[in-house]
């Protein structure tokens, strides 16, 4: 089976794609499946640690030829606020409840869930029922799913990094 062999970040490649695939946020989130296209084209994603296909990507394949990452629409709610200060507090109590937010200059988007539409609404957020790709920011540590990844399966890095602590932990 055919496979890919680079992963191109939306925005840095210009071919015509030979195929799409569709796919929403859970299935773009990927280490190895194999993957049938929108007009039968099958593959293999192989990569040595999961990746975070984001709308736009280009999954190159080891002939060449392109195939375009689509993100499926999917249920979401925009938020608006009256003014940059409420939007950051509103943004503060999603990240607090470790919600995926999806930041679009003076709108957030999330996935809808009737509770936290509440608790927007009740901070100050103005809401907006929306269908459209959800891509949300990555962790603060990169863990799996950060913006602008350009990593194809065969260009890995390593991501370790010493967590020693110089001090004592003596409890007397």
Known sequence: M????????A????????????LDREDRHRRRAVMTAANGLSFLLDAPSAVHLHHGDGLQLEDGRIVEVIGADEDLVEIAADDM???V??????G???LPSQLLGSVLRIRRDHVIEDMVT??????TAVSAPFDPEGGAYGHGQTQG??????HGHSHAHDHSHEHGHSHD
Do not use: F, Q
């Not at 925005?11 to 569709?22: H, K, L, M, Q, R």
């Open 122 to 127: 009740r901070l100050g957020g103005k809401l």
């Open 2 to 9: 055919i496979r890919v062999s680079t992963i191109l970040s």
């Open 11 to 22: 925005g840095t490649w210009s071919e015509v794609p030979a195929d799409t695939i569709t």
């Open 89 to 94: 507090k509103i943004s503060w109590h999603l």
């Open 149 to 154: 990844h350009d990593h194809g399966p065969h």
């Open 85 to 87: 200060a409420h939007l």
């Open 96 to 98: 607090n409840r470790h």
